[in-house]
C-alpha cells in the first residue's frame, strides 16, 4: 500500500491532460512530446509490474519516435527476450495512460495487478534510453518518477539506438545461462557483430565505400562506434547526415523514411552513379540503400530487396551446408510488400512467404515459426530469426569438405551478426554488405534479381479511420460496407492491378496502396481508389 501511496503523490507531478485519449499502438505510445510525460510516466508503473510479473526479469523502456518529426516523442516498452511487449499487456498500458486523476491512476494500476496476479513483493528490474531529440531527457525524468515510485531497481543507458536496447535487455535476462546472448553493454554489441562481420569478411578485400545517411538522429554517433569497433581496414563507411546538436534537422529532408517515401536522394547527396548508399531512420531500426544508374536515374534497394537478397545468401550457404534438407528458410511480408518481390521469393528462390498485418510483433511471430525466419517491412524495417533447433544443427553439423566448413562458419556468423531481438539498421547495414562481398556485387547486381512494380502509396485523411477495418492480412476492406467491391472493380481495369485500404496505426490517416503495369496506371489507380474514400 506504500507503493500506491507513493504512485498518487508522484503521480500528481505528472497530470494528465484533459480530453486526450491515448493507445498503445503499433509503435508504442508516439505523439507531440509535451503531451506524453504522465504517459511516460505511467509506463515507468507498468514496466514495473511486468517486471515483477516475469519474477523480476529486466525490461525495457524506449522512448524515441522513430522517423517521425523532431517535435514528436514516443515510448515502448522491451519485453525479456528483447520481443516487443507481450499483445496482452498493451491494454493495460493503455488503461493506465487514460486514467484522468491520481486515485483513477491508483484504481487502474491495482486493477492491473489483480488481473495479471502479479506478486508485489517481487523486486522489479527496468533499463531504459532514448534517442536523440530534445524531449528526450524531461521524458527520461518522468519515468524515473514512475520507477521510483514503484521502488524499481533502473538503469539509464542514456542515448541509444533502438535495437541496441532490445539487444541489451536480452543479453541481461540470459546472462549466465546457455543462452547467453552477448555481453550486456554498448561495446559488447560493437564487439558482436564486429567479430561476426570479420569472419563473414574473412579472404576478402574491403568492399568499395558505402554511404550512410544517418537521418541526424542516433544512428550517426552509433555507427561511428560501430566503425571503430569493426576496423576500417575491412569497412569503408562515410557518414552523411550526421548534426545530432541541430534539432530541426533529425528525419529532415532525409532518412529512411524520406527516400522509401519520396523515392529520390535526400538533397545535398554527392554521390556517383553505382555508389552503394543507405539511409537510417530516427531510431536505427530501418535501412534502406539507393543507388543511381549510368543515367542517375535513382533505384531504390527497399526493404523487400534486402529480404530477397538475405534469403538468396542463406538458402545458397543451407545447400553448401549439406543442410537443405533440416533448415528450411521462409520469408514474412506484409500486403507493402512488391508483388514482384514475392513471385521472386516463390516462383525464382522458391521459398514460402507469408503476409501479416502490418507491424513488427506480427511479422516477428510469424518469422518465428520458419527455421530461418527472414522478415522485413518495404520500408525497411527487419531482421532473419535462427531458430534455437536450427542453431543447434548448425553448431553440431560436421563438415565433410572446406566447402561445407566454410558454409557453416557463414551460417554461424550471420546468427550472431543479424539481430535476433528486433529489426536492426546497422546489423543489417553490415549483412548486406557481407552479402554483397561474397557475390561480388555492386547494387546493380543486387537490383537485378527483380524489377520492382510500379507502385504509389497514398495517405488520406477521413473523417474516422476506425471505421476501416480489414481481413486476409489487411488486404481486403470488411468495412466501410461497399467500398471493396468498388475497390475491387478499379483493380480489375488494370492489368496486374493490385490495391487495398486500411487504417494506419501510427497516423490519424487511412493508407491507400496501388500496384500496376506502368507508373502512370499505379498513380491512376491509388488516386481513385482514394477518391471512393470521402
Ligand atoms: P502504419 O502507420 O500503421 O501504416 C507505419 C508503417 C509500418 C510500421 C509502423 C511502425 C508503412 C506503410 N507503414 O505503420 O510499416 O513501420 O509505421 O513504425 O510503412
Ligand atoms: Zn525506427
Redesign the pocket.
Known sequence: DNIYTAVAEASSGFAKPQGLIYGY???GF?LKANLLASVVFRVGLLAAVRSKKLNGQTIGVMITA??NPEEDNGVKLVDPQGEMLEGSWEAYATLLANAQTDTELVEALKKVVATTKTDMGIKANVIFAKDTRSSGPSLVAALQAGLTAMSSEYKDYEILTTPQLHYLVRCINTAGTPAEYGAPTELGYYEKLGKAFRTLMDGKTRPSAVFVDCANGVGAPKLRNLRRIVGEDILDVRIINDDIETPSKLNSQCGA?FV?TNQKLPPGSHIAPQDRCASLDGDAD?VVYYYLDQDSTFHLLDGDKIASLAAMFIQDLVKSAGLEEEIKVGVVQ?A?ANGASTVYLQKVLGVPVTCTP???KHLHHAAQRYDVGVYF???G?GTVLFSPTSLSIIEAAKPQSPAQHTALQSLRALSDLINQTVGDALSDLLMVEAILAHKGWGPKEWDGAYTDLPNR?VRVVVKDRHAFTTTDAERRLVSPAGIQDRVDALVAKYKGGRAFV??????D?V?V?AEAGTRSEADELACKVAGLLS
Open positions: 499502438g503499433t509503435a508516439r522513430s522517423h523514411d522509401k530501418r506484409t507493402y502490418t507491424g513488427v517491412e518495404a520500408n524495417h502509396l486500411r487504417a494506419s496505426g501510427t497516423e490517416a493508407r496502396y
